[in-house]
């Protein structure tokens, strides 16, 4: 299973942009990076997803390496309601059964 | 939109005792997951539902922890007998074939604690 690796902590003042990196050296060119978030007493939420090319939401943009072996989650004002854990995850073709393997993910703290 | 609904929300047992979580997912989604969640960890998957199938429990502890999915629609995840290692957030996610980002939706866990 491909892997992911994420700092494991990072902090960010409210208003502020944060950049929340991610590394996936081991990536194959089928596997979707997907971005989930945890907030407290919570289950997971989905972010942000792409394959290749940059995308943008509501809550965020990723911007994905050209050689895919790393991606970037990005947040252009962090509120205090972005604390929670970031998880970047690579899924898997679809008919391989949708796998996600979360990791310990990048537990972001915003100061007011 | 109902969210995933799991009960209970919080649950303390003995050591040795049984106990069973209860999963009801979004409707019309085929399939359901459970996820264990230790702390400080991220979800690992125990077993996946594709309808009243399961496809996938390579992970689910088969000599005290068993699930079960009869119609197709809401599920409950068993341990019998419990350990204190099991002490963990249970959760419950579903999703359905066809959303373009195959996302995979929450319920906010059941978290088990043994004594």
């Known amino acids: 299973d491909a892997k992911t690796t994420q700092p494991n902590s990072m902090e960010s003042n409210e208003e502020e942009p944060v950049h929340l990196p991610c590394n996936h050296s081991t990536i194959s060119g089928t596997d979707y990076i997907h971005w989930y978030r945890q907030l407290p007493s919570q289950g997971p939420e989905y972010v942000i997803h792409?394959?290749?090319s940059n995308v943008n939401n509501r809550m965020a943009s990723l911007a994905i390496a050209e050689d895919r072996k790393s991606s970037t989650l990005i947040l252009h004002r962090a509120t205090l309601r972005d604390a929670a854990v970031y998880y970047c995850i690579l899924r898997p073709p679809l008919n391989t059964g949708n796998q996600f393997y979360f990791g310990t993910g990048t537990s972001l703290t915003v100061i007011p | 939109e109902a969210g995933v609904v799991q009960s209970p929300r919080y649950k303390i047992i003995e050591k040795k005792q049984p106990v069973a979580f209860w999963c009801n997912p979004i409707?019309?989604?085929?399939?359901l997951y459970w996820y264990l969640q230790n702390l400080g960890q991220g979800p690992e998957l125990l077993i996946r539902y594709e309808n009243e199938e399961a496809v996938d429990d390579s992970q689910l502890p088969k000599d005290r922890f068993s699930a079960e999915r009869l119609k197709g629609v809401d599920s409950t995840l068993k341990i019998q007998p419990a350990e204190l290692g099991d002490s963990a957030v249970y959760l419950c996610a579903s999703s359905r074939k066809g959303l373009a980002n195959n996302e995979q939706f929450f319920g906010p866990g059941t978290r088990l604690t043994v004594l």
């Open positions: 409707s019309g989604h085929n399939t």
């Open positions: 792409g394959l290749t």
